[in-house]
């Protein structure tokens, strides 16, 4: 399961590098608006490089809450999507960490830690995604499953103890009635 984190934005959409660098999807080169000997932004394109640039520092502390809460369930780094800037660079305009969310099988102790990390990592961000509340409310709900589990395990052990007229209270009672 992914924590989406931050889906393309509508105002700068993926590029169709599809997660990739720029430099990886360009052949390995990445040129800026200087590098082309091109004139300086107009303020209008400068206006806009500066939005990219607050949107790739969000994008990727959103990733790092991610990965930096998800511990050992987080599967590699973040993925990235990248929108080219008018001055020829690229910048983070989504992301997403893949953490594993599935449940410990047959350890219902186990599975309720594991869902318990994998919501601190899914609501990490300090604005979280819808598909990060998703994955925590998903998280949350195989943390109450594992309860009751647990809970069904600990009621039959009981039951099994107290089967026997020896120990359950009031057998004797129930042995001369």
């Not at 893949?98 to 300090?126: E, W």
């Not at 103890?161 to 359950?168: I, R, W």
């Amino acid at each position: 399961m992914n924590v989406s984190a931050l889906p393309a934005s509508p105002v700068f959409p993926a590029a169709a590098s599809q997660g990739k660098p720029a430099a990886a999807a360009s052949g390995g080169k990445t040129e800026s608006a200087a590098d082309k000997g091109s004139q300086p932004l107009d303020p209008q394109s400068q206006a806009k490089v500066q939005e990219l640039q607050k949107r790739d520092r969000e994008v990727r502390a959103h990733e790092a809450a991610h990965v930096a809460a998800g511990g050992a369930y987080v599967r590699g780094g973040p993925s990235f999507q990248y929108t080219t800037g008018p001055d020829g660079k690229s910048y983070a305009t989504g992301g997403e960490v893949s953490i594993d969310s599935a449940p410990v099988p047959d350890d219902p102790a186990a599975t309720i830690q594991k869902m318990r990390t994998v919501q601190r990592a899914a609501l990490a961000p300090a604005q979280p995604s819808a598909q990060d509340r998703s994955v925590a409310a998903a998280a949350a709900q195989n943390e109450a499953e594992a309860r009751m589990e647990q809970l069904r395990g600990q009621l039959g052990a009981s039951q099994n103890a107290s089967a026997s007229p020896s120990s359950s209270p009031g057998s004797l009672i129930n042995e001369f009635a």
